[in-house]
C-alpha cells in the first residue's frame, strides 16, 4: 500500500516523528469498487479504477485513479482520480472529478486516438 503524507513539512534529512491517528474504515479494495461502479455509471462503460493510494493529510482519503480502454487502441492509465473518505466512503467531489476526467479525455486521450487513426489507416 502506498501512503502519502499531505501537508506535513518534513526536514530534508535527519529523525522524522509524526504523531497521526486515523481510522480506515473503507478498505482500498472497497473504495476500488465504488469508485470503478461510478466510473461506468457515470462517466464511460470503459473505464475502471486501479489500486488506490491512502493520502493522509486534513482528512484520510484513498485516492484511487482511473484509466480508459479501447478495443483497438489499447489502455490509457491514469485519466483522473476519484477521492473516496477513508472513514465514512464517501465518494468526493464527484463534479469536479467528472470534469477533469472528461478534460483529459477530451484533451490526450482524444489527440492520440486521432493520430493512431490517421497513422495506422492513413487518414488525413
Same mark, same amino acid.
Request: aromatic share 6%; net charge negative.
Given at each position: 500500500?502506498?501512503?502519502?503524507?499531505?501537508?506535513?513539512?518534513?526536514?530534508?534529512?535527519?529523525?522524522? *516523528?509524526?504523531?497521526?491517528?486515523?481510522?480506515? %474504515?473503507?478498505?482500498?479494495?472497497?473504495?476500488?469498487?465504488?469508485?470503478?461502479?461510478?466510473?461506468?455509471?457515470?462517466?464511460?462503460?470503459?473505464?475502471?479504477?486501479?489500486?488506490?493510494?491512502?493520502?493522509? &493529510?486534513?482528512?484520510?482519503?484513498?485516492?484511487?485513479?482511473?484509466?480508459?480502454?479501447?478495443?483497438?487502441?489499447?489502455?490509457?492509465?491514469?485519466? &483522473?482520480?476519484?477521492?473516496?473518505?477513508?472513514?465514512?466512503? *464517501?465518494?468526493?467531489?464527484?463534479?469536479?472529478?467528472?470534469?477533469?476526467?472528461?478534460?483529459?479525455?477530451?484533451?490526450? %486521450?482524444?489527440?492520440?486516438?486521432?493520430?493512431? %487513426?490517421?497513422?495506422?489507416? &492513413?487518414?488525413?
Amino acid at each position: 500500500m502506498t501512503i502519502i503524507l499531505d501537508n506535513y513539512t518534513l526536514p530534508k534529512t535527519g529523525h522524522v *516523528e509524526l504523531n497521526l491517528s486515523f481510522d480506515i %474504515v473503507i478498505s482500498a479494495e472497497a473504495a476500488k469498487r465504488q469508485v470503478n461502479k461510478w466510473l461506468m455509471e457515470e462517466v464511460s462503460t470503459q473505464m475502471g479504477a486501479d489500486t488506490p493510494t491512502l493520502i493522509v &493529510g486534513r482528512r484520510t482519503v484513498w485516492r484511487v485513479p482511473a484509466h480508459i480502454s479501447f478495443p483497438h487502441a489499447g489502455r490509457f492509465d491514469n485519466v &483522473g482520480f476519484v477521492e473516496v473518505d477513508a472513514a465514512t466512503g *464517501e465518494l468526493l467531489e464527484l463534479d469536479n472529478a467528472k470534469k477533469a476526467i472528461i478534460n483529459y479525455l477530451e484533451k490526450e %486521450v482524444k489527440h492520440h486516438l486521432r493520430s493512431t %487513426v490517421t497513422s495506422t489507416h &492513413g487518414l488525413p
